[in-house]
């Protein structure tokens, strides 16, 4: 499937991909992982698995629990990114279960200036369902 770029609510462009194609990108040792799901996530069903050599695999919980459901506290979040990833310029794929986190996830990472952000619209289910390799807790 090809490469699809998205406009979001604040007008940015981020790439959306599917699972397979963000796995060849992490072959290449350039790009770093970002999980947005939950720790509880994590432990549940596992992680993508990706390459030693690469810039890894990174967790940080985008959307927690609020008064009113889910909520994304974008600046909490960005401020423990930035602590990961102080490069503007560090390529960063964003996942989280079924592509909807992670959208937002990317939206406020270009907001904020990183300019190598692509999004995997499929989300970890895709991920399994494509076949592609899983770390378990």
């Given at each position: 499937?090809p490469q699809?770029?998205?406009?979001?609510?604040?007008?940015?462009?981020?790439?959306?991909?599917?699972?397979?194609?963000?796995?060849?990108?992490l072959?290449?040792?350039?790009?770093?992982?970002?999980?947005?799901r939950?720790?509880?996530e994590?432990?549940?069903v596992?992680?993508?698995?990706?390459?030693?050599?690469?810039?890894?695999?990174?967790?940080?919980?985008?959307?927690?629990?609020?008064?009113?459901?889910?909520?994304?506290?974008?600046k909490?979040?960005?401020?423990?990114?930035?602590g990961?990833f102080?490069?503007?310029?560090q390529?960063i794929?964003?996942?989280?279960k079924?592509g909807?986190r992670?959208?937002?996830?990317?939206?406020?990472?270009?907001?904020?200036?990183?300019t190598?952000?692509?999004?995997?619209?499929?989300?970890?289910?895709?991920?399994?369902?494509?076949?592609?390799?899983?770390?378990?807790?």
């Amino acid at each position: 499937t090809p490469q699809r770029p998205r406009i979001g609510r604040t007008g940015m462009r981020f790439t959306s991909v599917p699972s397979r194609n963000a796995a060849a990108m992490l072959e290449t040792g350039e790009w770093a992982y970002l999980d947005v799901r939950t720790d509880e996530e994590h432990r549940t069903v596992g992680v993508p698995a990706v390459p030693e050599y690469g810039a890894g695999l990174h967790c940080v919980t985008s959307h927690v629990p609020g008064p009113m459901g889910m909520a994304f506290d974008q600046k909490a979040w960005l401020e423990k990114v930035e602590g990961i990833f102080p490069d503007k310029q560090q390529k960063i794929i964003v996942g989280c279960k079924s592509g909807v986190r992670s959208k937002a996830a990317a939206e406020t990472l270009e907001s904020a200036g990183y300019t190598e952000v692509i999004e995997v619209d499929d989300g970890f289910m895709g991920w399994v369902a494509s076949g592609l390799p899983v770390t378990r807790p």
